[in-house]
Every structure is written in C-alpha cells, then in structure tokens.
C-alpha cells in the first residue's frame, strides 16, 4: 500500500530521520576537526606568546620563531620556585586549578578565577646574557567572561614589556578593545609595583601629569567599564604575592 507522504505521521518520520542525519553529520565533523581546532589555538598562544616578547613577526613561522626564542619553564605558586618534575609539554594550569590535587579555591578573588593551579608555565625570552624577559600566562573575568592573555615583564621584575589578550568574550567595539594593539601598546613600560612591592595598576579616563603617578596607569577602554576592571583587577592579582609576584623577586635577584 503506498504511503501517504501528506500524512502528519510520514511528515514526522522524515523530520525525525533528517535531524538524526544532520546530528551525526555535524557530530563527525567536530570530531573530525577537533585536533585541527587544537592545533589552531596551540598555534595561537605561541602568537600571542610572541607578540607580548616584542618578536613576532607578521607573516613569519610562528613555531620557529618560538622554537628559536622561548624557553617553557615551570614554577611553583606562589613560591616561583622551579617546578622540574612538571612537564611542560602537557600541563594545562586550567584544568590543574579545578583539581583538588592540583590546585584550590579561591576565597578572596578579585580576578574572579574561582581556582588557582599549584603549579604555573612561564615562558622565557633567551638572549646571549641569559633571560631578557619573561612571559606570563594571565586570565580573569571581564564583563562576559574570562579573559585569557600574556603579560611580558622585564627582568627586573618591576617593569611591563608588552600585554596580549587571545581569547574572550568582551563587547565588539568596547570591552573587546583589550585585543586592540595600540591599546596593548600603552602598557609598554608601565610600572606596576608601588614602594612597597605592592601591584598598584589603574586604568583610568586620565592619565594624570605627575610621572611617578603615571607609571601606575593606563587609558581605560571607553564604554566598558566593567571589562576595565576586570583587566585591573587580573594584572593586579597576578603580579601580586599569589600569582606572579614572588618569581618575578627571585628573577631580579639574579641580575
């Protein structure tokens, strides 16, 4: 007997099996282009990773170029101390600050991370006198989301040498200026610590006349206030005694 294809039910059969269709279609898909995607954002931090040391170059082999300059190295958080028995080929400081064993909870965040990793990567840049600068992985939440970047410090440890962003979920045209260079930029040189060692960053709508007080600010994003201090708060949290801080004081100790 032939089928009434007017029918609700043969109407419901056809949707039904072309969904299951387009479902496994797109399931292959994603899984057949997982490891291209992780490649791709591999690639990516390595970019960014080179544009925060001041070296990348526009159009160049990104994994030689990193190859060549960037040396991987763990450390422990907060002590900075060297951390040899991770490897730095597969850690993942995300998924280590959400496992107990690997990291813990944060009560007083104002980066809004939730979790810190025990363990962190730092990528060094290598000159002929040794480490020139030094690279750090950053994130915390803006208006959207969280922010991920690198943060470039000199060997000093006192001094910022560049700053990238390279996933968010910030406002087109407002928060999602912190992927603008230019504004990356003006971080260049900034001095984020106090007299006391203390991470005093601003970002505020005018960067005042007095030097000493300058040092401490950059131009805040217009029309995103809230991504403005989630960036405030991010480098503030990270440079500080909990993230950063104390390796940055053993790095300058070596000079």
């Not at 060549?68 to 991770?86: F, K, L, R, T, W």
């Not at 989630?230 to 104390?246: D, M, S």
Request: net charge negative.
């Amino acid at each position: 007997m032939p089928r009434n294809k007017e029918s609700t039910g043969f109407v419901v059969t056809v949707a039904i099996v072309l969904s299951l269709v387009c479902a496994t279609l797109v399931s292959v898909a994603a899984i057949g282009l997982k490891p291209i995607q992780e490649v791709n954002a591999a690639k990516e931090k390595k970019k960014n990773i080179l544009m925060a040391a001041g070296i990348y170059q526009d159009g160049g082999d990104i994994e030689a170029l990193f190859k060549d300059n960037i040396e991987v190295a763990a450390i422990a958080i907060p002590s900075g101390q060297p951390a040899n028995d991770i490897d730095v080929n597969t850690f993942d400081a995300v998924k280590a600050a959400k496992d107990a064993s690997t990291g813990q909870s944060l009560d007083d965040d104002p980066a809004k991370i939730g979790y810190i990793a025990n363990h962190a990567l730092v990528y060094q840049l290598k000159g002929e006198a040794g480490i020139e600068k030094v690279i750090l992985p950053i994130r915390g939440y803006g208006l959207w989301g969280t922010m991920y970047g690198f943060l470039a410090m000199n060997k000093d440890g006192q001094t910022i040498e560049g700053l990238t962003f390279y996933e968010h979920k910030e406002t087109p045209g407002l928060g999602a200026e912190i992927a603008n260079p230019s504004w990356q930029a003006t971080w260049v040189g900034k001095q984020p610590y106090d007299e006391n060692n203390i991470p005093q960053m601003r970002l505020v709508k005018a960067i005042s006349p007095n030097p000493d007080v300058a040092e401490h600010q950059v131009d805040t994003l217009a029309g995103a206030t809230l991504t403005s201090r989630g960036v405030e708060a991010t480098i503030n949290f990270w440079l500080g005694e909990r993230g950063y801080g104390p390796y940055l004081s053993q790095l300058a100790s070596q000079e």
